[in-house]
């Protein structure tokens, strides 16, 4: 085993916390389940009653920021180098975010979902045509764009500072622009420590609600078997380890592949339903539920039920909101991993409008089915049975349908792999958390939290079973709601100023390109050369310890007869030189030039397999400043354009100074992290 392997990256102050809360309440779960579930219900009406219209007010906000954001000029941000391609095809991106999403919720909720509003609305009278309508708008509603706007603005908040200004990839990069440098101190543990903990239960909650379907389903199949807990908690047992091994194996070869498993099973399913039921009813009330979504979207967003206080909407909209938020940061932060090179535009309409519309096509297949099944075919039993056990819904509208064993073997099939991939993906997002961002972990790490997963959602089944799930999910998602709200504000006021930045850097290259040491006669033929040389280490490595330490140091020596102190400092391993100009309480002026790594493009070598691993690199010497990289290289300059760069970015940054006399913190406590973070290199790019 290499060392690697078996080193620990485990960040103390947040994976100690992290495991200890987990340990009391498991501890305090199993000694004693009958008090534990009635303090879970006393808890969960406290919650809902006290803070559920913060919950619709937070969801509502997060809808509104992150789309006003892509359509915002913002949106063709890229998330990451602006160089930067997405490092997965969008058939790929897709199915591993449906599947670390909510692939177990469609297979739970799809039938049943409708089925029980139909049956008991939140108003009007039950079993009508009004009920039935009611029913799938509610149901379009709570796995719409609602819950994608919340996995959407974790995963782009952490995608954008994490890729884009080289951040870790951690929840508690999110507070960089509200508190700079405090992120890597107890500040940012603790945000962490939240996020580990609504990750836990939000995916125990999942791994309950599938168990008890499989459950459900093996019963159905071979009735030997009972439905229980002590059946669901053997099975969480008998999963979870399946799910080790992928979770041993990775993101690519592990959580990718079944992940596209996934979608392939579910499209299967989809197909079947949708041509053996009503076909011609299925497609008429997909677009009539859709445009009824739709022109109800902003009333049902703030319905509190505020004049009829009722359980119903604890039980429901606050429980599928809370669990979202509470599963956030797990899927927030795997599609931030799987979406670098992508645009801010391209990744909010990847992430709410294809998965919402194949949502919407799923509950109208196997919702409406179940509906026509009960209003047209007078199948009203399955109301009953529904009510009875929520797990069987989807089982039991098979057997109205052909080959109802197989269908129905498939889809427990179906469920074991959605365990296991939540399972496996929820285990990697833990384990970087608990980890500070690290990327790379040891396999035994990412094990320990599987396990953990598969114990936590044991220990809150014996305790209330759904009722202790809802509880623990709601509760972690209250403190992690207010945290989105800031990370939001945050990356808001990031924004704007890399727009500033942006136009700033515009002008500088076009005084860059027309200036005369570059634009003169005859130094075309050297610009053309540049542009098809790419340079090796050594080259850009000398380049930057000869000419770039020798113009820095021309200009600190400068600056210092002129009484600005500077200081000029040169890292030799890294290749990596920079000036700095400090001034007492104020934002000191940094100027690096640092060597940056990067895979040759196809056409400098058109006859190389590009499949081949072993593929050369080129260097640069870029630009980066406090705010992060500028995407320009300046190796080939003489000395004297150095020393212009320098001046021009100099300029910028005392008019900077003139007009913002009061420094935000985005700008006055910036960390190492930001000003030094790692050499590019080619698992970067």
Known sequence: MSESKRNSTILIPVFVPAVMVTLLLVIGTVSNPERAGAVFSVTLAFITRTFGWFYMLAVAAFLIFIVAVAFSPWGKIKLGPDHAAPQYSF?????????????????????????????????????????????????????????????????????????????????????????????????????????????????????????????????YLWPTIPVGTTVQVIAIAIITSLALFSVVAGLDKGVKNLSILNMFLAVLLMLFVFFAGPTIFILETFLQNTGSYLNNIIERTFNLQAYTRSDWIGNWTLFIFGWTIAWAPFVGLFIAKISRGRTIRQFVFGVMLVPSLFTFLWFSIFGDTALHLIMVDGYTALIGEVQADHALALFKLYERLPFTSIVSFVTVILIITFFVTSSDSGSLVIDSLASGGVAHTPAWQRAFWAITEGVVASTLLIAGGLNALQTMTIASALPFAVIMIIS??????????????????????????????????????????????????????????????????????????????????????????????????????????????????????????????????????????????????????????????ILDQFEKYLHFLHISPGSLPWQMQEHDEMLNPPILNKEDL
């Open 91 to 219: 058939p790929a991106w897709f199915a591993m975010l449906f599947s670390a999403g909510y692939g177990i919720a469609l297979l739970f909720f799809g039938v049943a979902e409708p089925v029980l509003h139909y049956a008991s609305p939140p108003s009007g009278a039950p079993a009508t045509v009004d009920s039935a309508k009611q029913a799938m708008q509610i149901a379009f509603f709570h796995w719409g764009f609602h819950i994608w706007a919340i996995y959407g603005l974790v995963g782009l908040v952490l995608a954008y500072f994490s890729f884009r200004h080289g951040l870790p990839l951690s929840m508690r990069s999110a507070l960089f622009p509200m508190i700079g440098e405090r992120i890597h101190g107890p500040i940012g543990h603790t945000v962490d420590v939240f996020a580990i903990l609504g990750t836990m239960f939000g995916i125990a909650t999942t791994l309950g609600l599938s168990v008890a379907q499989i459950n459900a389903g093996i019963n």
């Open 488 to 645: 939001a504000i945050g990356m808001w006021r990031a924004l704007i100023i890399e727009s500033h930045t942006e136009a700033s850097l515009q002008s500088h290259m076009r005084r860059v390109r027309h200036a005369p040491g570059i634009s003169g006669p005859g130094r075309w033929k050297k610009r053309l050369a540049d542009l098809v040389d790419f340079p090796g280490r050594e080259e850009v490595a000398a380049f930057i310890g000869k000419q770039v330490l020798g113009s820095m140091t021309h200009v600190q020596k400068e600056l210092a007869e002129q009484g600005w102190p500077a200081e000029v400092i040169y890292d030799e391993d890294n290749a990596r030189a920079y000036l700095e100009v400090i001034r007492p309480d104020q934002l000191d002026f940094i100027y690096e030039i640092r060597l940056c790594e990067y895979a040759r493009p196809d056409f400098a070598y058109p006859e190389m397999d590009r499949a081949d691993e072993h593929i050369p690199h080129y260097y640069r010497a870029e630009v980066f400043l406090r705010r992060g990289g500028q995407s320009y290289d300046i190796y080939g300059y003489d000395q004297q354009q150095i020393i212009n760069d």
